[in-house]
């Protein structure tokens, strides 16, 4: 079955209360753009199905919502004894409705769901964490995301009283599985004690809910900065050289990682009018040190990139340095496709990390081995303070023997 005959069925099965030619063109075009080329008849026949349901449930096409689509996934799609054939996959026919209730939003068709309350109460902390501690986007959407199970958990559908928050919950909250590390439990704890911080900054009495927040013990200096050694670098580089998906796009992500020192949220943000070309520059925008930064671009990384500009990347109007190979096709690509390409790489070579953050740390312990100045390194790493680089000192191992003492009974 054609396109053009799925769209002719789509009108003849869905409610008419309103015209839907103005969405269905636009649906039609958003595949296209989007290039789903391989879902979108499958897609258009999820929407069949769902148009075939709602006529039959006396729904109109402004009643659409994701508790209608809910109600449709999960009461009518077990049961479902429609005429085949039918797509029946929840997976898929979730997908392409959330396509179509995001368009009909778009079109003014549906009408947007006002904020529940835990929503709102997000939205005003968010902006507080903002203008009162000026935390990145970042840092942000994390602390959202951990009170916002925080407050789930504490009151559901209810109103928020932050009264009702026993101390007992909180310690329960923060402390969480038994297989939580030291770490986990910190940021945890720094996230809860910011929201009541930001209620504290409303007048609410929380003195005696910050006060049992759990603060595990963090000895920062107790272990060295984990770097990679110049055989293990040359090694990670080598493991893009194999056929593998992306390979041009991974290898010039762990090239802006390992010789700009970015991080992941720095890489997914990188435009191509941020690179001059011509001065051999890139301009790093504001972000965790909220200050925008310029380096120089290194030959190596430079190469990288514009490989992967050439003879990979696809042909899009976005402005994105990376963007993503598969529907939607050329959008901004996420953190977690840079975590992935680093996984996948250290897969390739056996190895057992998982961090992304390692090539950050490989390139302050080469600087710092190499003699180069400790100001120079804050300023490569875009630290707000030298202090923070100063940690680095730890792995100079050929200056640090040069003003140890004699270990006590060792001999001349």
């Not at 992500?253 to 390992?258: G, S």
């Not at 190895?351 to 804050?378: E, F, Y």
Request: charged share 25%; net charge positive; hydrophobic share 45%.
């Amino acid at each position: 079955m054609s396109r053009a005959e799925l769209v002719g069925i789509v009108f003849a099965v869905m409610p008419i209360s309103i015209s839907l030619a103005p969405f269905l063109r636009s649906y039609s075009e958003y595949f296209e753009v989007a290039r789903y080329r391989s879902k979108q008849r499958r897609y258009l026949a999820s929407i069949v199905h769902f148009g075939q349901w709602l006529r039959a449930e006396g729904y109109a096409a402004t009643n659409i919502s994701e508790a209608v689509i809910a109600r449709f996934l999960s009461c009518h799609l077990p049961r479902c004894d429609c005429q085949r054939p039918v797509p029946l996959g929840l997976i898929e026919n979730r997908a392409a409705l959330n396509h179509l209730v995001r368009l009909l939003r778009t079109q003014g068709i549906v009408t947007r769901p006002a904020g529940d309350e835990i929503t709102r109460e997000l939205a005003h902390f968010d902006t507080k964490m903002t203008e009162v501690w000026g935390l990145s986007e970042g840092t942000r959407d994390h602390r959202i995301r951990i009170i916002r199970r925080l407050l789930k958990a504490q009151f559901g559908c209810r109103p928020i009283e932050v009264a009702l928050i026993t101390p007992a919950a909180i310690r329960r909250f923060v402390l969480g599985d038994v297989d939580w590390s030291p770490s986990t439990i910190r940021i945890m704890g720094g996230a809860v004690r910011c929201y009541f911080r930001y209620r504290e900054l409303l007048g609410d009495d929380v003195a005696h809910l910050l006060c049992v927040v759990p603060r595990p013990a963090c000895w920062r200096d107790a272990t060295l900065p984990i770097g990679l050694s110049p055989d293990e670098l040359e090694q990670l580089f080598g493991a893009f050289d194999a056929p593998c998906p992306s390979r041009r796009r991974g290898y010039a992500i762990v090239r802006c990682l390992t010789d700009l020192g970015l991080r992941s949220s720095e890489v997914v943000k990188l435009s191509l009018d941020d690179i001059d070309w011509q001065a051999g520059t890139v301009t790093i925008a504001a972000g965790k040190a909220r200050r925008a930064d310029v380096l120089p671009l290194l030959t190596t990384t430079g190469t990288a990139i514009a490989d992967y500009l050439m003879h990979e990347r696809p042909k899009t109007t976005c402005r994105a340095v990376f963007v993503r190979h598969v529907a939607p096709l050329g959008e901004p690509v996420g953190r977690r496709v840079v975590q992935k390409a680093l996984h996948a790489a250290y897969r390739r070579l056996g190895w057992d990390r998982t961090r992304v953050h390692v090539l950050r740390h490989t390139l302050a312990s080469r600087l710092i081995n190499a003699g180069t100045p400790m100001k120079q390194i804050a300023d490569v790493l875009r630290h707000r303070s030298i202090v923070t680089s100063a940690a680095y000192t730890r792995v100079d191992v050929t200056r640090l023997s040069a003003v140890a003492l004699p270990w006590p009974g060792d001999v001349a």
